[in-house]
């Protein structure tokens, strides 16, 4: 079992900045592949990162086309902790962002939720114009 905790969410205008945080505890969760995931309402959940790992050591990391260039994943292994470093917020990022492991996985199968087994419960991220 992994369990995962975000955190970081909040209020911010539209240009700003927010972290996202997600600890991780449980059984070698350090060494899943880790991933953000956003639900804006009404909408399906959709990728937004991954940092996965192998061989002892981050392997790639992936991100969303939408967020290229703007938001950064990060994993702080040493903390059990991946982090979404989200700059130049847009009102259309506002979602509820979720934390997912996987212990599996290929480069696209990544970028769907199914592939995932651990979910972390969300952290609300609103993004004002």
């Known amino acids: 079992q992994v369990q995962l905790v975000e955190s970081g969410g909040g209020l911010v205008q539209a240009g700003g900045s927010l972290r996202l945080s997600c600890a991780a505890s449980?059984?070698?969760?350090?060494?899943?592949?880790l991933s953000w995931f956003r639900q804006a309402p009404g909408k399906e959940r959709e990728f937004v990162a991954v940092?996965?790992?192998?061989?002892?050591?981050?392997?790639?990391?992936d991100y969303a086309n939408f967020v290229k260039g703007r938001f950064t994943i990060h994993r702080d292994n040493a903390k059990n902790t991946v982090y979404l470093q989200m700059n130049s917020l847009r009102p259309e990022d506002t979602a509820d962002y979720y934390c997912?492991?996987?212990?599996?996985?290929?480069?696209?199968?990544?970028?769907?939720?199914?592939?995932?087994?651990?979910w972390g419960q969300g952290t609300r991220v609103t993004v004002s114009s």
């Open positions: 940092n996965t790992w192998g061989g002892g050591s981050v392997y790639y990391v």
């Open positions: 997912a492991a996987s212990a599996r996985g290929d480069k696209w199968s990544l970028q769907h939720s199914y592939e995932y087994g651990y």
């Open positions: 449980g059984r070698t969760g350090s060494t899943y592949n």
